[in-house]
């Protein structure tokens, strides 16, 4: 593997990961349009575990207060927002692996966000918000399900169906990205019980991997930031014209 290729993944996962346009749908066409070959999955591993680290920094005051409190109502909402992913993923997940692995979908996925986007910001608008309820984390947690799908984002989704569900702005972004956690750390168990270690260890630069960790880790704390002040001073329809380009560019160029 280049020296090079890790570094750029790192980034692009960093930065990609809490922005609502795709993380997955913007490292399948990079690894694509730039012709990577390998095996990725060690990469994406520690790449993964890069996000988790920023996600469990920027939140460590609530996660921890959610460890010391097992049975307050954010870890029981948590829980029914997780619930439909696994079962979901459970159900499908070879499928969306088999018959919707393709450039093509990614670019779908691209203009379904920018249509989830859309319509929230429009229906946001003329919705009286509310804290958080069982039925919105309920409505948050199918559609992170859906999310599995390629170029789908999973933060921009959740977000998008939580502020249609009314959940004010900020508490659904945060909750968005607490409900990331255990999907994350469902994904990592995942990965590491089928991993082929014969295969994935024999292409590994240990340098551009280690730097690749470290911007993925930082440009994801990055995007965290920028995500908080995005949704409480700007409108998030500004994604809306990106992701529609780059999902028609990616559908034309496949």
Request: aromatic share 14%.
């Amino acid at each position: 593997m280049e020296f090079w290729l890790p570094i750029l993944l790192g980034l692009i996962q960093g930065i990609t990961e809490f922005l609502p346009i795709s993380s997955s749908g913007h490292l399948v066409l990079c690894e694509y349009f730039f012709g990577m070959e390998g095996d990725f999955l060690f990469l994406n591993i520690l790449l993964h575990i890069a996000t988790l680290g920023a996600v469990i920094l920027y939140y460590r005051k609530t996660i921890w207060y959610l460890i010391t409190h097992p049975t307050c109502l954010t870890m029981r909402y948590l829980i029914v927002a997780t619930l439909p992913a696994v079962i979901f993923v459970l159900l499908f997940n070879n499928f969306v692996n088999t018959v919707l692995n393709s450039i093509v979908m990614v670019g779908v996925g691209f203009l379904l966000t920018a249509l989830f986007l859309g319509v929230a910001v429009i229906l946001s608008k003329r919705t009286e918000t509310s804290p958080l309820t069982y039925k919105s984390a309920l409505v948050m947690g199918i559609s992170q399900a859906f999310a599995v799908f390629p170029g789908l984002s999973r933060s921009g989704t959740t977000l998008a169906f939580g502020l249609v569900a009314g959940v004010e702005r900020q508490s659904a972004l945060d909750f968005s990205f607490l409900m990331s956690i255990p999907i994350i750390l469902a994904s990592l168990v995942y990965q590491l019980i089928f991993a082929d270690y014969n295969t994935i260890l024999n292409d590994i630069n240990v340098v551009g991997t280690i730097i690749a960790f470290v911007t993925a880790f930082f440009s994801a704390l990055l995007g965290l930031i920028v995500m908080k002040k995005i949704v409480r001073k700007m409108n998030l329809i500004y994604f809306v014209p990106y992701l529609v380009i780059i999902g028609v560019l990616t559908i034309i160029f496949a």
